[in-house]
T-cell receptor, first 111, second 114 residues
Framework: LAKTTQPISMDSYEGQEVNITCSHN???????ITWYQQFPSQGPRFIIQ???TKVTNEVASLFIPADRKSSTLSLPRVSLSDTAVYYC????????????FGPGTRLSVLP | EPEVTQTPSHQVTQMGQEVILRCVPI?????FYWYRQILGQKVEFLVS????????KSEIFDDQFSVERPDGSNFTLKIRSTKLEDSAMYFC????????????FGPGTRLTVT
């Protein structure tokens, strides 16, 4: 089970690009990297998932280097509504037992 | 956009009582899950369910808990003999088969045990 490490908190200003990096040194060959967002008193929301290189969707980009020991979630031009906790999860997509949410990164977007 | 729904949004119960939390997963999803989040703490996996059977469960999911899919749309979590420490947000989630890490969560039920 790959353990992940993320910064506990980050601050940013509206309109800036925010990059949140997650370390997962013992990622396994079959593991995918998945990011979730959670607003207070709401359920986590799936943002993006990737295996290697770069993945982009309408919300974010996910950069994964060749060694896959880390990944970076990039949020372009954040707004106040992006203030949330962001979780990085690593696992093989088949076992819910391994779907472990860490403490996440609390992003605060300031005006 | 299809979404997972949960009822009730808030449930208050007395210690020792039984509660049933209800969820309606996204209609074409095959895997269902329950998680809980104690206030200010991490989201914790409880159980996954597929084909009318429990696929996996965590250490938290002991004999006090049970899950059921009583009909084609609902997925329920029953907590027997509730304890104060069961107070938490309970989230239901669902996913398409084979992509279990792309899960879609409901808004949660806040359970308060007094």
């Amino acid at each position: 089970l790959a353990k992940t490490t993320q910064p506990i908190s980050m601050d940013s200003y509206e309109g800036q690009e925010v990059n949140i990096t997650c370390s997962h040194n013992n990622i396994a060959t079959n593991d995918y990297i998945t990011w979730y967002q959670q607003f207070p008193s709401q359920g986590p929301r799936f943002i993006i998932q990737g295996y290697k290189t770069k993945v982009t969707n309408e919300v974010a980009s996910l950069f994964i280097p060749a060694d896959r020991k880390s990944s970076t979630l990039s949020l372009p031009r954040v707004s106040l509504s992006d203030t949330a906790v962001y979780y990085c999860l690593v696992g093989d997509n088949h076992y819910g037992q391994n779907f472990v949410f860490g403490p996440g990164t609390r992003l605060s977007v300031l005006p | 956009e299809p979404e997972v729904t949960q009822t009730p949004s808030h449930q208050v119960t007395q210690m020792g009582q039984e509660v049933i939390l209800r969820c309606v997963p996204i209609s074409n999803h095959l895997y269902f899950y329950w998680y809980r989040q104690i206030l200010g703490q991490k989201v914790e996996f409880l159980v996954s369910f597929y084909n009318n059977e429990i696929s996996e469960k965590s250490e938290i999911f002991d004999d006090q808990f049970s899950v059921e899919r009583p009909d084609g749309s609902n997925f329920t979590l029953k907590i027997r003999s509730t304890k104060l420490e069961d107070s938490a947000m309970y989230f239901c989630a669902s996913s398409e088969a084979l992509i279990s890490y792309e899960q879609y969560f409901g808004p949660g039920t806040r359970l308060t045990v007094t």
